[in-house]
């Protein structure tokens, strides 16, 4: 979720200098422990989360897409659906989803690095996360993660950007609702999307000064939709992209990345879920099909994902509170669990996830609301 940092602890690590750890405090969300709860709509979503665990793959169509049930489930609870949405939602999720395959062999204790990467072993990780859950932390899930996370000199915990942060957002999930079994798929995630971008954490000769500098990562955007060097990289926007940029532009990557000033963690939080929201809802016109840029607000990743779709114009007067028209977040809530996408994994964790931030920092001049009334009134799908 957008705000991870608030309510996972180990994650506020990602905001450091000198390797002192510094923390971000805000009010955490509120934790749903549906484990032992007697009603039945958090046993339905506790049924529901243990039967993708069991019988689906986190990663699925030829290791390409990652499965997201628990994402809309979850996001779908907390807004309030009924049992009997919740269990719609599963069954239509599921039809695309993939069932568990061996993998290539197991994973253990003195050789799971060798294989961090490969996504081959999605099984085997989930496999060994749980051994680990049972035989050596007596259950906690928390402290598998705490281990696995932070064990070595490169630490998983710096990679959780990799997969287009889904390590990230479904690490979120797990302390959320605080469920084992996200937990163990969130490790799973991490492990297998392992990837290089974990050095530009790891290796502290990445953080060096830039000729950039800026407080606001959405004045950052604006800047690199202006700068030539970055909108004539590629010819055509896309995913594709995203190795080339790395690969071929690093420096120039590098020159964004240091430009954000961390000098008030908590302040550049905040405005980084903001441009999350704009990057959401203010680059393609009013009453058109809206683009998924970095999936959904709940990635907080530095915004070098937006070179790879040719910086498409920031417009700063997207939203007026004044166009609600009265329309509240019950509005917002009932579109997203009953509209045309209440089935759509990313639609319905993006209308949460704005939601979210607007309570956790407040929305005295109504901007987040008209964001989420804008979005949930003229989404026609995704372009990818």
């Not at 997203?336 to 639609?347: I, N, Q, V």
Request: hydrophobic content about 35%.
């Amino acid at each position: 979720m957008a705000s991870i940092l608030s309510y996972v602890p180990v994650v506020n690590r990602f905001i450091n200098s000198n390797d002192v750890s510094r923390s971000i405090d805000i009010p955490p969300v509120e934790v749903h422990n549906v484990e032992t709860a007697p009603e039945k709509r958090p046993r339905t979503l506790k049924h529901l989360l243990r039967a993708n665990h069991v019988n689906h793959s986190i990663i699925y169509h030829d290791l390409r897409f990652h499965n997201h049930m628990p994402h809309i489930l979850c996001s779908a609870y907390l807004l309030g659906a009924s049992d009997a949405h919740l269990r719609d939602v599963y069954d239509e999720e599921a039809k695309v989803l993939d069932p568990w395959e061996p993998s290539p062999a197991e994973v253990t204790q003195d050789d799971w690095r060798t294989y961090l990467g490969d996504r081959r072993y999605q099984r085997a990780f989930v496999d060994f996360f749980e051994d680990s859950l049972a035989m050596r932390h007596n259950y906690n899930w928390k402290k598998v993660a705490e281990e696995y996370l932070f064990g070595g000199k490169e630490p998983m915990v710096n990679c959780l950007i990799g997969g287009l942060g889904h390590p990230l957002i479904h690490l979120g999930y797990a302390f959320e609702m605080d469920n084992k079994e996200i937990g163990m798929e969130s490790l799973g995630l991490a492990a297998t999307e392992y990837n290089f971008f974990h050095k530009f954490m790891d290796d502290p000769s990445y953080t060096r000064p830039s000729p950039l500098k800026s407080l606001s990562p959405l004045e950052l955007l604006t800047q690199m939709s202006n700068d030539q060097r970055v909108r004539e990289l590629f010819k055509e926007p896309g995913f594709q992209n995203l190795g080339t940029l790395f690969e071929d532009h690093e420096d120039l990557v590098m020159e964004y990345w240091n430009a954000w000033s961390l000098d008030n963690p908590k302040k550049q939080f905040q405005k980084s879920q903001e441009a999350a929201v704009s990057l959401l809802v203010a680059t393609v016109p009013p009453r058109n099909t809206f683009i998924q840029l970095l999936c959904c607000p709940s990635s907080h990743d530095k915004p070098c994902l937006y070179a790879i779709f040719k910086c498409p114009k920031i417009d700063p007067d997207y939203v007026k509170p004044t166009d609600v028209n009265g329309k509240q977040w019950d509005y917002v809530e009932n579109k997203a669990l009953t509209g045309a996408y209440s089935t759509d994994a990313h639609f319905v964790k993006a209308v949460r996830a704005i939601k979210e931030a607007s309570r956790t920092w407040g929305d005295v001049h109504e901007h987040y609301l008209a964001s989420a009334v804008r979005f949930v009134d003229d989404f026609e799908g995704w372009v990818y």
